[in-house]
Structures are given as C-alpha cells and as structure tokens.
C-alpha cells in the first residue's frame, strides 16, 4: 500500500512542478528563442506546453498504474463474503433487511 501512495504522491507533485516549471523557464526567458517571441505567442506556446505536460504526467501515471501486478492486491475475504450475499439476494429480502436493520436501531 505504501508503494501506491508513493506512486501517487510522485505523480501529484510533479503534476504541480512541471507545468509552473515550464511557465517560469518561459517568463524569465531561460529557454533559447523565447525572448524572440511575441508576448501573445509566449504566453499560448508556454499554456499550451504546461498543459501537455500534466497529461503527459498522467498518462504515465496510468501506465505504471496498469503495469503494477494484479495479483499483488487482495481484497478483504469477510468483504467479498458480504458483497456476495447482497448480490445473491432477492430485492424484496434486501429491502426488508433494511428496514429490520433500521426497526433495531
């Protein structure tokens, strides 16, 4: 479980580095030919790139996400058993186990 949420921490900070990163590099001229540019062309060149970026971000995200073993997560059997019963149950049964459940509160 740690390892998702490192997973997801990483993707997250660096949803937020990336775009303001390319939009500083940008502003302040720190990339070769951006002080030739217009300022209209700045600005939709540097949106347009910190835009892609955080898809990019989470399209790799995705992938890791989808490359991470099935197998490796198990749910809860008591979960499964419950889940499994509600399911197999008529909706009428369902329906007036819950209003027994609520007559005991």
């Given at each position: 479980?740690?390892?998702?949420?490192?997973?997801?921490?990483?993707?997250?900070?660096?949803?937020?580095?990336?775009?303001?990163a390319?939009?500083?590099?940008?502003?302040n001229?720190?990339l070769?030919?951006?002080?030739?540019?217009?300022?209209y062309s700045?600005?939709l060149?540097?949106?347009?790139l910190a835009?892609i970026s955080?898809?990019?971000?989470?399209a790799?995200?995705?992938?890791?996400?989808m490359?991470?073993p099935?197998d490796k997560?198990?749910?809860?059997?008591?979960?499964?058993?419950?889940a499994?019963a509600s399911v197999s149950?008529?909706?009428?049964?369902?329906?007036?186990?819950?209003?027994?459940?609520?007559?005991?509160?």
């Open positions: 479980m740690a390892g998702v949420i490192q997973k997801f921490v990483t993707a997250s900070l660096f949803m937020w580095i990336t775009p303001v390319i939009l500083y590099a940008f502003n001229n720190l070769p030919g951006a002080s030739d540019m217009s300022p700045l600005t060149l540097s949106g347009f835009v955080v898809n990019i971000v989470i790799f995200y995705i992938y890791m996400a490359k991470e099935s997560h198990k749910p809860d059997p008591a979960f499964l058993a419950e499994k149950q008529p909706i009428g049964e369902a329906d007036s186990s819950s209003q027994s459940s609520k007559k005991e509160e």
